[in-house]
Nanobody
Framework: HVQLVESGGGSVQGGESLRLSCEISLYIYSSYCMGWFRQAPGKERAAVAAHYTGTATTYVADSVKGRFTISRDNAKTTLYLQMNSLKPEDTAMYYC?????????????????WGQGTQVTVS
């Protein structure tokens, strides 16, 4: 049974920090890639950050580079997104996603397993 369960969202003031967590089923935790996406009202879903298991490399979107960091805790099979210096434009629903073992893109998001999302609101 595949599960991705996000937590850590909330409402903060600009300049503050949040850390999102995503507990991922062991079954897919070692898959090709895992990542974070976000979708604001009226906007398309966009990749925020991704981590590639085999190479331990990361992707971070230009809009959050220098402020957001993606990491993982293998012992806890958990993916994190540390978000610092938050801005109002970071307000969105944030989703965790993982490759289902088919080397799908963690940047386009097509064909991934998805969590239910956690809301981040920055005022």
């Amino acid at each position: 049974h595949v599960q991705l369960v996000e937590s850590g969202g909330g409402s903060v003031q600009g300049g503050e920090s949040l850390r999102l967590s995503c507990e991922i089923s062991l079954y897919i935790y070692s898959s090709y890639c895992m990542g974070w996406f976000r979708q604001a009202p009226g906007k398309e879903r966009a990749a925020v950050a991704a981590h590639y298991t085999g190479t331990a490399t990361t992707y971070v979107a230009d809009s959050v580079k220098g402020r957001f960091t993606i990491s993982r805790d293998n012992a806890k099979t958990t993916l994190y997104l540390q978000m610092n210096s938050l801005k109002p434009e970071d307000t969105a629903m944030y989703y965790c996603a993982a490759d289902p073992g088919r080397r799908r893109s963690c940047i386009t998001g097509s064909g991934l397993y998805w969590g239910q999302g956690t809301q981040v609101t920055v005022s």
